[in-house]
């Protein structure tokens, strides 16, 4: 017989020891004492998953405050390092030094030190602060660990942007999506070499793994943004060969950019995700510029959306934001629409109804969800956007012409566009001219998230609206090691 003092995990030591060794009948505890530990058993495992799910929701606050409080826009500078065809190519090009020579430092791991030297003037060394400075030495892993904890955000129900933005050849695409070694180096070094994305997508992944149950649900999607014009470059003509395909971006009634028929794709795996996207970049346009041999001439945006089977606390509250927000934008504005009330909580929550692999609405977007969904039915979904833009240029120095000149004012005046938009937002200013191109209208929830910031800061007498922004996003902006076009990254745009 066991005695009472025995804890619920000696009896089942106990009990699988005598099921063992079969005399199982002979010394079986009676059964009311037996119902009386299985009962203690399951009490205990009950109050065990309590104090495991109020430490996962702390271990969620605690984590998202730490993100928030190292910025919700940050920007981030990678100098990469001088490369051999930099020298090759100055050679080759009439208007470029005769040799390139190193003018940025990473001084420290917040500084950058600049040389700037401008046709008869002396040179002046400049300092440029960022919230951090990758030298070129560098790791693509040592970089990848600065945007690994946005990961864990993205699943805990926050919207992330990853942007990459710099001058031709500095090292956007390499910091992305990674550069591929020739076929002789190992597995291993290839690996190495991985952006952004397909690092991001591997965590992601391993993250969903870790969950308990199947919990979440990714898609993919992307976006081309060239001379001003959108394509959806996951869509298929009838023979179901990829094709990019023209579309637009229109601004919703509840104020969300959206674009109309984008092609979402399911994935499972973050192999599964790479392997769209390596298909797709052939569809890339690029073009050789003086720069740059391999230069894309487009924006690329490759949206991650996750959908949560279960909705969580922070879901929750943002539903509560969004309603707040509605009913006092509508108090002030009167700005009912007959046909979809604003004040419904769920409006940016609600599932797609249209299959998830057919070309539908985006599914954070969906324009008028059901008043009858309930929270618990509707599970939240969240985006990740990881942004390659095209390099800005110098049109004098890029030795273009005709059609190539058209694309580099069309990268220019976008990116100038963007600069626009993240000074206002900087400045707080009423109007945020996002419609000012294609590619700021498309990007206005991810960045406007921003300005959400500012408005629950601007509010935060209502306690619902304390729950602070709803976006990380981060900048990597990596600079290229040739004198003259460093100094009009740096001193024409931050
Ligand atoms: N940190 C780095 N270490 C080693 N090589 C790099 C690094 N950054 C970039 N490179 C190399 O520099 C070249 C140009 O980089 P990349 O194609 O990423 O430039 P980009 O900014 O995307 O240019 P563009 O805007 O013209 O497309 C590539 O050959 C890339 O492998």
Not at 202 to 228: C, D, G, M, Q, W
Not at 365 to 391: E, K, W, Y
Not at 408 to 434: F, K, M, T, W
Request: charged share 20%.
């Amino acid at each position: 017989m066991l005695g009472g003092s025995l804890s619920p995990v000696e009896v089942f030591q106990h009990l699988s020891c005598v099921s063992e060794s079969k005399h199982v009948y002979k010394l079986c505890l009676p059964y009311s004492d037996l119902q009386a530990r299985v009962a203690a058993l399951e009490r205990s495992l009950e109050e065990e998953k309590e104090r495991c799910g109020a430490e996962r929701q702390r271990r969620k606050e605690i984590h998202n405050t730490l993100v928030e409080l190292r910025g919700n826009i940050r920007v981030h500078c990678r100098v990469r390092p001088v490369l051999p065809f930099d020298n090759i190519q100055s050679l080759t090009s009439g208007s470029r030094p005769a040799s390139s020579e190193q003018v940025v430092y990473a001084i420290s791991d917040d500084t950058v030190m600049v040389n700037c030297q401008k046709p008869g003037m002396s040179v002046q060394n400049r300092i440029f602060e960022f919230e951090r400075v990758h030298g070129p030495e560098d790791s693509q892993d040592v970089v990848f660990e600065e945007v690994k904890p946005l990961l864990t955000s993205l699943l805990d129900g926050y919207n992330v942007c990853i942007m990459a933005y710099g001058q031709t050849g500095s090292g956007k695409t390499h910091t992305m999506m990674g550069s591929r070694l020739p076929e002789e180096n190992s597995a291993t070094q290839q690996e190495a070499q991985q952006g952004i994305i397909p690092k991001a997508a591997a965590e992601l992944f391993r993250l969903i793994s870790e969950k308990p149950e199947p919990s979440h649900t990714v898609e993919v999607s992307v976006i081309e943004v060239y001379n001003n014009e959108l394509f959806d470059l996951l869509a298929k003509d009838e023979q179901g060969n990829v094709v990019g395909q023209r579309r637009d971006v229109i601004t919703t009634s509840s104020g969300t950019s959206q674009v109309p028929s984008l092609t979402y794709e399911p994935v499972c795996n973050a192999s599964e995700v790479m392997q769209i996207i390596c298909t797709i970049l052939k569809l890339r346009t690029r073009c050789p510029t003086l720069v740059h041999t391999e230069s894309s001439r487009s924006h690329l945006i490759v949206t991650l959306t996750i959908s949560s089977k279960s909705p969580n606390a922070l879901a929750l509250t943002r539903r509560l934001q969004s309603a707040k927000k509605d009913m006092l934008h509508s108090t002030m504005k009167d700005r009912w629409s007959p046909r979809c009330h604003r004040a419904n909580p769920t409006a940016h929550y609600s599932l797609s109804t249209s299959p998830a692999s057919s070309p539908c609405l985006s599914p954070l977007d969906s324009p008028c969800p059901s008043p009858r969904h309930s929270i618990s039915q509707t599970p939240f979904r969240t985006r990740l956007q990881l942004v390659d833009l095209a390099g800005s240029e110098c049109v004098g120095m890029c030795g273009a012409t005709g059609g190539a000149l058209w694309e580099v004012s069309c990268i220019n005046r976008s990116l100038s566009a963007l600069s626009d938009v993240l000074g206002a937002l900087a400045e707080q200013r009423p109007h945020i001219p996002y419609r000012n191109s294609k590619l700021t209208h498309l990007l206005q929830d991810s960045i406007g998230d921003a300005l959400e910031h500012y408005f629950s800061l601007f509010l935060k007498w209502d306690p619902c609206l304390l729950f602070l922004s709803t976006s990380h996003a981060l900048f990597v902006n990596p600079t290229v090691c040739v004198p003259i076009l460093l100094f009009s990254i740096l001193s024409t745009r931050w």
